[in-house]
């Protein structure tokens, strides 16, 4: 069993910055692959990226490319996600997950794949 819990939302400026972190709990959570997605109000739940469980590979929508990045640290079990340049398009409730398998690659995007779940930090980026 892996618990997710997010931290770091909050209120930010357009063009601002903001990171946000997943602690892990669990043995195993460095063995996961990690993803973050986020849901605005009235939208679907959408992929923002995700880290393999070695964190050699990532893999961003295309929203988020170069603006977005996402790193882990396995000894302390946290994944974060530093967002840069953000936009009032950003604003939505940030979600992080684990999938067990280490990397899928461009499978990551597919929320089903993933085991666990945070409750969700919200980003509120004003204009």
């Known amino acids: 069993q892996v618990q997710l819990v997010e931290s770091g939302g909050g209120l930010v400026q357009a063009g601002g910055s903001l990171r946000l972190s997943c602690a892990a709990s669990?043995?195993?959570?460095?063995?996961?692959?990690m993803g973050w997605f986020r849901q605005a109000p009235g939208k679907e739940r959408e992929f923002v990226g995700a880290?393999?469980?070695?964190?050699?590979?990532?893999y961003y929508a295309d929203s988020v490319k170069g603006r977005f990045t996402i790193s882990r640290e396995n000894a302390k079990n946290t994944v974060s996600l530093q967002m840069n340049s953000l936009k009032p398009e950003d604003t939505a409730v940030y979600y992080c997950?684990?999938?067990?398998?280490?990397?899928?690659?461009?499978?990551?995007?597919?929320?089903?794949?993933?085991?666990?779940w945070g409750q969700g930090t919200q980003v509120t980026v004003s204009s």
């Open positions: 997950a684990a999938d067990r398998a280490p990397w899928r690659g461009i499978g990551a995007k597919n929320e089903r794949e993933y085991d666990y």
């Open positions: 669990g043995r195993t959570s460095s063995s996961y692959s």
């Open positions: 880290i393999s469980s070695s964190g050699a590979s990532t």
